[in-house]
């Protein structure tokens, strides 16, 4: 065979090959998109097929940047419900997830009240932030989605979410569609009764920026935490981060996850006679989260 011979069957197999190569990596390109949640993911098209597949229900996810001590990343709380925002999405299996919304309330900028002493918080005042919510619900509601959640990973995102959720329910009501606040969700995330069981005071397990919040980030996004500077409260902080880990913060999650499952699916069976169950976590959930961190 002469030498232009071989080289043409060399030139053959490398662009067989390439070939090849590029089916497998858009298979395995395409297999990730199938089980994407995130709408910002997802073209238009792939929006509308989703709809069309039964995916009615959009969770719109609400966190807030604000000062977490020292320590702890000012996204604290976007990092934390995008991820448990995703996983709630997964678990109810007929769900898309909304872009979090990260600008909240946070308290008063002229005053320089609650975190807004720190530099780095964002604020909103409460009725542009539940604007906000309504037009993002609005626009959901016109492309189709019939049950509508707002999961908010923030203390003062709850009463304008459920004062907006309450409103538009009404309102929309005659559609056939419903806004949900996920308030299980956010009672969930305290997990002081459960930290308390595992023998942690109430000092160690603080308020803000201490042993609960260090640990979910930890889990989700350990990049955020700036180790060196972990401490036992103080600058922003209260509780004993010092004593946070991955394995409480996953289990925290899990609780999270679980409570806002629940009321979802209570919510699109249209149990709404019951209520909320406060977010306490029910026996076994705690017996399993126990199992967690203690192996």
Do not use: C
Not at 142 to 147: L, R, Y
């Amino acid at each position: 065979m002469t030498t232009t011979g071989k080289r043409d069957i060399r030139t053959a197999a490398a662009i067989t090959l390439a070939a090849l190569l590029a089916i497998v990596t858009g298979a395995r390109a395409e297999a990730p998109r199938a089980a994407e949640v995130r709408t910002e993911h997802l073209t238009w098209t792939e929006i509308r097929d989703r709809l069309a597949a039964g995916h009615r229900t959009i969770v719109i996810p609400t966190g807030g940047t604000e000062q977490n001590g020292p320590h702890m990343v000012t996204g604290k709380h976007n990092m934390i419900v995008a991820a448990t925002a995703e996983r709630i999405a997964r678990a109810l299996g007929d769900a898309l997830v909304a872009p979090v919304l990260a600008y909240v309330p946070e308290g008063d900028a002229a005053r320089r009240t609650g975190h807004m002493a720190y530099p780095g918080t964002i604020s909103l005042p409460e009725p542009v932030f539940a604007k906000v919510l309504e037009a993002a619900a609005e626009s959901f509601k016109t492309h189709g989605f019939t049950t509508i959640v707002l999961v908010g990973d923030s203390g003062g995102n709850q009463r304008p979410q459920e004062e907006v959720a309450a409103r538009l329910s009404a309102a929309w009501r005659k559609d056939g569609v419903r806004v949900v606040n996920a308030s299980t969700y956010y009672a969930a995330s305290d997990g002081r009764e459960w930290l308390a069981r595992q023998g942690f005071t109430a000092a160690e397990i603080g308020r803000h920026a201490g042993l609960r919040d260090t640990s979910e980030l930890l889990a989700v996004a350990p990049d955020g935490i700036r180790k060196v500077k972990l401490s036992t409260g103080g600058e922003g902080a209260d509780g004993d981060a010092t004593k946070a880990s991955r394995e409480i913060g996953e289990a925290l999650l899990a609780a999270k996850v679980d409570a806002a499952v629940t009321e979802i699916r209570r919510a699109q069976a249209g149990d709404t006679a019951g209520g909320p169950d406060g977010g306490t976590a029910k026996p076994g959930l705690l017996a399993r989260l126990k199992r967690l961190i203690l192996g």
